[in-house]
């Protein structure tokens, strides 16, 4: 039964006749009760544990006032910069301020500070200099150790210390919140609550820390960058709750920061209470005026159904953030709130996603994982499938069977990321079948993220041959059922190990598709990849071996424009990439070039027409009416006649 909202004012607190709360959980987002977002799972989780709580969204980082709203907490304040990084969410991988915010009222951008965790406990210590700190979320999670920070360019501490918290719930955080608050209610002084796993604290000497892993000092890691890369290794290879190990972060003789093992995966039980919570499941009306949030748009009529992921991508912090070890829905927790949307009035009957990190996960990749955890230097799908991986889509299936009949429901779509090369390691094809028959609206998104071996290899991502296999098989059971539908690849450019050699040879498959991407990702150099310690170091923290790392913003502008050669715009920083790998055997007017030797000229403005243009290479066979048009990406992977 649904209870409200939160109290997110004063005056919403004393309505529930309290005079003081428990926690306040102060958050970047703006408030939406919704289990997509992290603020929403802890408040209503600890409030299921009996604990009053108020929600401080947003608050005025430049006036202490703002923090005061509820007055001091009686157990402490929890802090998040909220569903992304603040940093993340305010610049592009150019480090060019964002327009809009899509968890601010309206989409208005400037409602957080950059580095929000820091800011906001900052803040806090102002007017409230012993009342408890604890962050959370996914900008503390993967700062808690010393890291590479892309917008300053420089390594920066354990967001513990630079923030003055005193404690960091790191993952998802059920399990250690609820530990935390326990600890707390029972009168333990926060600075002797060090032993929980999926925390990070500080201590003053090691004589009570059990058995740890002793990292690089601060100091040798900003000496040597190859220090870095060798702690990052090891911090990689415990980041499994059955396996890990505590590890400290030196930073002097009287500070150690402290990383205890990841917290146990949740069971099928608790991941359905979870989500059963009685949630609003949409924005606090406070945000009406605006008109609401935006964020809730591709979330409101989705499915979560599972988390954690081994895919391992080297791009990807899901490894130290929500595991390799999948915690999954059961059917019955799925299908009520399935039953739950459609009771919604602005229900359509469109389910928009089931999934999660990878939709097409659904089980722990082996037996073992459950009792002794996941490989710590192996991967379960690269470079190729384990022996052990189980690989099974019949529960999936199943599920999304029972979802196309809950009444009220019209179509169900899967809009998560599927991992191809784990559908082609499934004999069984019915899956496939059933995605491209029910799942699929013309278009199916997936990321084989570039072509070129090398380049793969250092994602972390299978053989190019492995996705055109795919490609041939989505094609020929589109074919079976009757159906035209297309791929979408999601391409990065410019990753660690992507020459402009790569980067050429990418812009030939797409010539040779006939498509040109309409989105291309820059490779973003996030905290607590393996790829943005190749972006810092150099060298590949698996084996220690070099690797190049294209820096240059004008070398990332060739690679970019390579993978989008169609665009007139592009022409003078495809043809320079061109001239300086000597390939100017693509110049020219053959089937096989990226370019005409003449330049396009640009719209003429003042005509307020397109002065005649050259056609794209390899297309003078179409009629001149058709001769300037691009290939939309309804075009992708068609077979040319």
Known sequence: MKQGFLPISRKEMEDRGWSQPDFVYVSGDAYVDHPSFGHAIITRLLESLGYKVCILPQPDWRRRESIMEFGEPRLAFLVSAGNMDSMVNHYTVAKKRRRTDAFSPGGVMGKRPDYAVVVYCNLIRQVYKHTPVIVGGIEASLRRLAHYDYWSDTLKRSILLDSGADLISYGMGERSIAAVAEALDAGLSIRDITYIDGTVCKVRDLSSVYDPVILPSYEELKEDRLNYARSFYIQYCNTDPFSGRRLVEPYSDHCFVVQNPPAKPLSQEEM??????????????????????????????????????FGGCSFCALTFHQGRILQTRSHESLLGEARQMTEDPDFKGYIHDVGGPTANFRQPSCKKQLTKGVCSKKQCLFPEPCKNLEVSHKDYVRLLRKLREVPGVKKVFIRSGIRFDYVMADRDDTFLRELCQYHVSGQLKVAPEHIADPVLRRMGKPENSVYQAFVKKYEIINRQIGKKQYLVPYLMSSHPGSTLKEAIALAEYLRDLGIMPEQVQDFYPTPSTISSCM?????DPRDMGKVYVPKNPHEKAMQRALIQFRDPRNYDLVLEALKREGRMDLVGFDRKCLIRPGKPKEKDESAGRSRKQSAPAGQGERRAGKRGKKKTIRNIHRKKA
């Open 272 to 309: 359905d209470q979870v989500y059963s919570y009685p949630y609003m499941r949409t924005w606090h009306p406070s945000y009406d005026e605006a008109g609401g949030i935006p964020a809730i748009q591709e979330v409101k009529f989705s499915l979560v159904s599972n988390r954690g992921c």
């Open 535 to 539: 972006y810092y170091t150099g060298v």
